[in-house]
């Protein structure tokens, strides 16, 4: 069950990783890789930075499409 109660301007996992286009086991990667850091929430339900996650899946994209 996901926190209804998060902070503006951040994002639950299954946020960020729909934004990131990836499951919620490729967002623990990216995270254990350490591209993208956690920025609250609890460990069973992190929330991460809404700037992090778009910067990253700019970043994502661009590698794609060189």
Do not use: C, F
């Not at 919620?24 to 254990?32: A, F, K, N, Y």
């Not at 609250?40 to 700037?51: F, S």
């Amino acid at each position: 069950m996901e926190s209804k109660m998060i902070r503006p301007g951040y994002l639950t996992a299954h946020q960020a990783a729909h934004v990131l286009g990836v499951g919620l086991t490729g967002l623990r990667s990216i995270v254990h890789r350490g591209q993208l850091t956690r920025s609250g929430g609890t460990p069973r339900q992190p929330w991460y930075a809404a700037a992090d996650v778009a910067a990253l899946a700019a970043r994502r994209a661009s590698r794609a499409a060189a």
